[in-house]
């Protein structure tokens, strides 16, 4: 057998503007009434670190409990797949949990990871190379949320998408409606997507899990700031910021916020932005679900489903849906 057949490295790569992107969306965000900014840009070299550093947290327990699922249930849950099946997984980051399918799915005709942080996207490519010899692997470095074709050179075989990590519990629900008809249309009618969904749980358990001990969050959310003065050339004080996250029983989701401890005016590419003291920017909601509702969203973008698995204390959930 060939090693990794059809695309070692010469997968083609979606060109994306990431840089003028990144800046419109930062400038457009500190614009705002309430300033934001959109969580994807979290995942630079770094932050795709720091979030490595947050799953193993005592109190993150999203991770663990996704993997125990996947570790107790990978081979029932890897044959909800098709045979032969080319497997698109929607910001992959560290391949850890789809090796836990991979392993169920030895007949796979591709895996295609898809994620915007291209230099993490080449090395855990790289490194399931090496521990999936007779998978053929074709990276692609794009944003999911907009248009992206898919590989030149896949088989024909059917489409199934993966998605875990909760990373849909990071749009509004209508966006994320949004996103997984466009999910759909990416795989195709009938195509099978596994995505995994956070709960909705006791109040406190979801607070420290987005403000660890050890202060990792924290320093995830203002490397967004590291970002934006390396890469767009700001003047901000990072220590005129800290890190608050806690969970919005009424909107059944976490937010997580940097709150300006002074009153000051910090400077982004040329442009001056005022902050009040105790003025925040919004950096990420985590919206947690019940399975009814995860159920019913997922039904508003055409997917039907097939069935679900959860831990023993129903922190996490994860589904199969099929395209109808
Ligand atoms: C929270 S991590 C989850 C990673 C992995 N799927 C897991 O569950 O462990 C989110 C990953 O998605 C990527 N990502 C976030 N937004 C993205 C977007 N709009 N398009 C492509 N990748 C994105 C990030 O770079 C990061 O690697």
Redesign the pocket.
């Known amino acids: 057998m060939t090693i990794n057949p059809v695309f070692t490295d010469a997968t083609p790569i979606a060109a994306i503007d990431a840089e003028q992107q990144f800046r419109a969306d930062v400038l457009a965000g500190l614009s705002a009434q309430q300033k934001f900014l959109s ?2 840009y ?2 630079d070299a770094a ?2 670190d720091l ?1 490595e550093a947050i ?1 193993r947290q005592p109190e993150y327990y999203p ?1 663990r409990t ?1 993997i125990g699922i996947l570790d107790k249930q990978g081979a029932e849950i890897a044959a909800t797949l098709p045979a032969r099946a080319n497997l698109v ?6 391949t ?3 090796r836990r399918l991979l392993v169920h799915l030895p007949d796979l005709a591709a895996y295609v990871p ?4 291209e230099s ?2 080449r090395s855990e490519a790289n490194a399931l190379a090496i521990d999936f010899p007779q998978l053929a692997i074709a990276p692609v470095a ?5 248009a992206f074709t898919l590989p030149d050179g896949l088989s024909h075989g059917a489409v199934a998408g993966f ?5 849909i519990g ?1 749009f509004e629900p209508p966006q994320a409606a949004h996103l997984l008809a466009h999910f759909g249309r990416v795989l195709g009618r009938g195509a099978t997507l596994i995505i ?1 969904v956070d709960l909705v749980k006791e109040k406190a358990v979801l607070d420290a899990a987005y403000d660890d001990a050890a202060g990792v969050t924290a320093a995830f959310n203002r490397n967004l700031l590291v970002r934006i003065q390396r890469e767009l050339g700001a003047d901000i004080d990072l220590n005129a910021f800290a890190h608050r996250a806690f969970f919005n029983v009424a909107a059944s989701r976490i937010e997580m916020h940097l709150v300006s401890r002074i009153a000051h005016t910090v400077t982004v590419a040329g442009r001056a932005f005022r902050f009040e003291a105790g003025e925040t920017i919004h950096t990420e909601n985590s919206y947690k679900y019940t399975i009814d509702r995860f159920r019913d969203l997922a039904a508003e973008a055409g997917w039907t489903p097939r069935a679900v698995w959860t831990d023993s204390e129903a922190l996490f959930s994860i589904h199969a849906l099929v395209r109808s």
């Open positions: 969580a994807k979290f995942y932050g795709s979030f799953t991770t996704e997984e929607f910001g992959s980051g560290s850890a949990k789809v898809v994620d915007v942080s993490f996207l794009a944003d999911f949320t907009r998605f875990p990590g909760s990373t990071n995994g």
